[in-house]
């Protein structure tokens, strides 16, 4: 069959090489794509939400299943949009309608859900520009450090953590009355800081059956040692080594049950990749936040690990019939290392040459934000090329991804040498 993948990160190329495997494969496009797709897929250059050019691409090339990759497109409503044009009704989308999708697009709407499904998370209030003096009661209602939420998409940069109470309602003034981060902080969410260690896990459900599939623990911050500014992601480990067989029933039983099932309650039609970002506090799971598709770069270590033909998963999520899939998994620890442009996640600059990442053995090189110009491989973004080994525990995996990282060469390159270190 001929398949469309939207986006253009290592999520996304990470998809490709995996579909790239399957038997049930005819031709593959990614839109917009990136030099690391365009090695194995045909790249076609509309954007992600430009919603009629999709048609027409998804019209022209005989796609018969489309996989969103970001979340954008399915905030946006572009599964809906299929469902609504008679022309691309009959063709599976992976991903969410619109109204489920907002469990990413709102952190209201989400928290609203887990407290209506007795989902265990963390204490919050909401506030607008209305209530900004209540806001502040609220924080002084608190114990540092100080959580606040953009309410609506901002790129993984709306969620601020501070420990000083006035800077807290400094940062709570500036995201509702001067739009820090434009409508997304119209509303802002301030909740209690939960103190713990962080994974994810990774549910991938049809509407009445799921599957859980690996888990894994990536690495915001840019500095080591979790220091500096939060990034889309520098680094990430799969499986997590303290999400012990005890530890995933509690998360099973107290998180994933009641999210498959609470969204069927709510009539939220879902077939696609539910995102679970928790933290264990004294041994027991609660939920930071949901997302609707995979994690970036969480998707570099979660996928090489699945050993089924994931175009034979993905057709069972269309027609509802993932239950009857047997889910094989990599039983070794996969490891990726994001490197990125010098001065992300601030102003960074684009077109240096990358070089070496052919050369690279036993691992795998997958491209984030990366461009073809005059035949060259170039940097397009601040977040340039993820690293994935295989080992046999974390140690071993992250060993091969730092000495081949040594072969990867591009101007002002950075990457973290400690991706592991809290484990």
Known sequence: MNILILGSGGREHTLAWKIKQSSKLKELFVAPGNAGTAEIATNIPIGVNDFEAIKNAVLENKIEMVIVGPEDPLVN?????????????????????????????????????????????????????????????????????????????????????????????????????DSKFGNASATVVIEEFLDGIELSVFVLTDGEGYKVLPTAKDYKRIGEGDTGLNTGGMGAISPVPFANKEFMDKIHERVVVPTVEGLKKDNLPYKGFIFIGLIKVNNDPLVIEYNVRLGDPETEVVVPRIKNDLVEVFQAVGNQTLNNIDLQLDKRTATTIMTVSGGYPEAYEKGKEITGYNAMEDSLAFHAGTTIENNKVVTNGGRVMAITSFGKDYKEALKKSYQNIEKLHFDKMNYRKDIGFDL
């Open 77 to 177: 409503g572009v599964h809906d949009y299929f469902l609504n044009d008679s022309d691309l009704k009959d063709i599976p989308v992976i991903g969410p309608q619109k109204a489920a999708a907002t469990l990413e697009g709102s952190k209201e709407f989400a928290k609203e859900f887990m407290y209506r499904h007795n989902i265990p998370t963390a204490k919050y209030e909401s506030f607008t520009s209305a209530n900004l003096e209540e806001g502040f009661a609220f924080l002084d209602a608190l114990k540092a450090p100080y959580v606040l939420k953009a309410d609506g998409l901002a790129a993984g940069k709306g969620v601020l953590i501070l420990n000083d109470l006035q800077e807290a309602k400094d940062e709570l003034k500036a995201m509702l009355l």
